[in-house]
C-alpha cells in the first residue's frame, strides 16, 4: 500500500514538524501491531487452554453420569483443545471404536453429544442392524485396540 501522500504548501518549521509527526506516527503502527500480535497469541493459548478444560470436564461428567450430556464441546473446541478422538461402543455388541473428530463430514461446530445418535457400529451395519453406538470419552490420542 502507497504511504498517504500530504501536501506540504507549508513553510520550513511546519515541514519539519509534519515530517516528526509522521515519523513518530509510522513508529507507534508498528509498535501497536507487535503488541496486537502478542494477545492474539495469547488470546489463542488461553482459549486452547479453556477448550481443553472444557473436554476434560465433559469428560468428568460422562464417567459420573454415563450418558451423552448437553453442553457438550464442539468438534472445533474438542480439536482446538488436544481432544482429536471421541471413543464409542456398540449399544448391542459392545465392540469398542475410535472416532477421529477432524475425519468427520459434520460442520465444526456440530457438539459432540449431538453425534451419539448418528455414529453406527460397522460389525453391526454389515450384518443387517443399525443399533446406535454409545459415546463413552474425548480423548487426546486413539486407543490400541
Not at 488461553?46 to 470436564?57: F, G, P
Not at 482446538?80 to 448391542?92: A, K, T, V, Y
Not at 463413552?136 to 486407543?143: H, T
Request: charged content about 30%; glycine content about 4%; proline content about 7%.
Amino acid at each position: 500500500m502507497a504511504r498517504k501522500y500530504h501536501p506540504t504548501h507549508m513553510s520550513g518549521s511546519d515541514r519539519k514538524a509534519l515530517t516528526k509527526e509522521l515519523r513518530k506516527s509510522r513508529a507507534m503502527t508498528g509498535m501497536l501491531a507487535a503488541q496486537a500480535d502478542e494477545m492474539r497469541s495469547k488470546a489463542e493459548a488461553l482459549m486452547k487452554q479453556a477448550d481443553r478444560l472444557s473436554c476434560e470436564s465433559w469428560n468428568e461428567r460422562m464417567w459420573a453420569d454415563g450418558e451423552p450430556i448437553d453442553p457438550s464441546p464442539t468438534i472445533d473446541q474438542a480439536l482446538n483443545g488436544g481432544f482429536p478422538w471421541l471413543q464409542i461402543e456398540c449399544s448391542r455388541c459392545r465392540t469398542p471404536r475410535d472416532v477421529d473428530l477432524a475425519a468427520l463430514a459434520h460442520p465444526p461446530a456440530t457438539c459432540v453429544h449431538d453425534l451419539a445418535g448418528r455414529l453406527r457400529c460397522e460389525k453391526c451395519k454389515k450384518a443387517g442392524k443399525r443399533p446406535v453406538a454409545t459415546v463413552l470419552q474425548l480423548a487426546p490420542r486413539a486407543r490400541h485396540v
